[in-house]
């Protein structure tokens, strides 16, 4: 383990549980038998900011990482245009099997959505946060996050004035990100998200696991956490670091914990991991969560129904709509154990009547990191809007936590402090 930030230790972790690594998609293997007692961690890794040592890892699989946030790109574009659409309507129109590939706009282009938009923000933010530790010996990965969504708001719309928040003297916005004018692009971002954060920049009050802004447990934390997969190698602090940005937005601790789920499941999945080892990792950090209920019952969900046959939408349906975090993570769970193949589970994540974007960003960083970028249908990875946008972030979070982190001028400019 190698953090600059202290993790959290808690005498009644979980030591062992009937989630077995076999790889096996078998509801009687992957389920626990036992909940140890649930706790919320007492201390945070947030909360200690002053050891020397910076994160690095080496043993992260690149085109898992890569397949992951590309993945979940492809799949938000893929379900993009059927969001919230009943599945009858979905049959009406793109067939029996509903919707089988990239529906292009009018330029040839599958647009993305805020998911998408929302994660390179995420991954700006980690990699702000980490650089700034480097440079000047401390940080606040929570501001850092905070401002880089702030960042994300005024994208949207809302003068920066208004957006930045009363703490940040920037003038105008920084950072690489600012100057991708199609993350400019309105699409249809999420309310919570986008009133939690209205709301930051008003009062500089931010959402935490104790100070809460409102009872949400929409998808909108979830889908954007993928990145937290690469903060650390220690999985409590992925977690945590995972469940802290969705908690910026979303207080309800579904709204939260299945962001630091997905962060715990991609960060086992690109080290080389089996579906069943990230089930039983997030499973492991889950337990130790208050109000984790919801979720790990959504977990249950997925993997008793990826043993019941083949995968039909109706089947999907039946785990939620995806619009709340513990149904998005328990469809995309779902999606990935009931199939063989990478594009096969994105049009699973896809073709339902709930949030289909969410759920199938959310899937893709699953499979992504499963099955790695190779895997990725080329034609849909073609015409994936902001494709290099998504590919550079990538490589930049594989640079910022990698073992030789770039100190130019260069790296300074594209990810300054804060
Ligand atoms: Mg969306």
Redo the contacts with the bound molecule.
């Keep these: 383990m190698n953090t600059f930030e202290s993790s959290p230790t808690l005498s009644d972790a979980p030591s062992t549980n009937r989630w077995s690594n076999s790889g096996a998609a078998d509801p009687d293997v992957l389920r626990p038998s036992a909940q140890p007692e649930a706790r919320q961690p007492a201390a945070s890794p947030l909360q200690a900011r002053q050891s020397a040592s910076v994160q690095s890892t080496d043993q992260v699989d690149p085109r898992r990482w890569r397949g992951s946030l590309l993945a979940g790109a492809v799949a ?1 574009a893929l379900g ?1 245009p059927i ?1 919230s659409k009943p599945m009858d309507q979905i049959r009406e129109v793109f067939g029996p099997h509903g919707i089988t590939g990239l529906v292009p706009e009018r330029d040839g282009i599958g647009g993305i ?3 998408t938009q929302m994660t390179l923000f995420t991954g700006e933010a980690l990699i702000r946060a980490h650089a700034r530790q480097r440079r000047a010996g401390s940080s606040d990965v929570r501001y850092s996050t905070q401002l880089a969504y702030q960042r994300w708001l005024h994208t949207q719309g809302v003068p920066w004035e208004k957006a930045r928040g009363p703490r940040n003297p920037t003038a105008v916005p920084d950072g690489w990100l600012m100057g991708v004018p199609g993350l400019f692009k309105r ?2 971002p ?1 309310a919570t998200c986008f009133f939690a954060l209205k709301g930051y920049g008003q009062t500089g009050e931010m959402g935490t696991f104790t100070h809460t802004l409102n009872n949400s447990k929409g998808c909108g934390g979830v ?1 954007r956490a993928a990145p937290a997969a690469l903060w650390s190698d220690d999985p409590a602090a992925v977690f945590e670091i995972g469940a802290m940005t969705a908690a910026l937005t979303h207080s309800h601790p579904s709204g939260y914990l299945p962001a630091g789920a997905l962060a715990v499941m991609v960060h086992t999945l690109v080290r080389g991991g089996s579906l069943a080892d990230a089930l039983a990792a997030c499973r492991a950090q889950l337990y130790r969560w208050n109000g984790h209920e919801e979720t790990t019952a959504a977990l249950d969900a997925a993997v008793d129904l990826s043993g019941r046959g083949a995968p039909t939408p109706e089947k999907v349906g039946t785990l939620g709509g995806g619009n709340v975090g513990e149904t998005a993570l328990s469809i995309a769970v779902y999606s990935a154990l009931a199939t063989n193949d990478l594009n096969a589970a994105l049009l699973v994540s896809v073709n339902h009547d709930g ?1 289909s ?2 759920t199938g ?1 959310v899937c893709g960083n699953l499979v992504g990191a499963l099955y790695g970028e190779d895997a990725i249908e080329p034609t849909w990875l073609a015409q994936l809007e902001m494709r290099e946008v998504v590919e550079a972030m990538a490589a930049d979070l594989l640079a910022e936590f990698g073992p030789r982190p770039p100190a130019d001028d260069r790296w300074a400019t594209r990810y300054p402090n804060d």
Excluded: H, K
């Design positions: 938000d993009a969001e959505t805020d998911d699409r249809a999420g889908m949030d974007d969410s960003a």
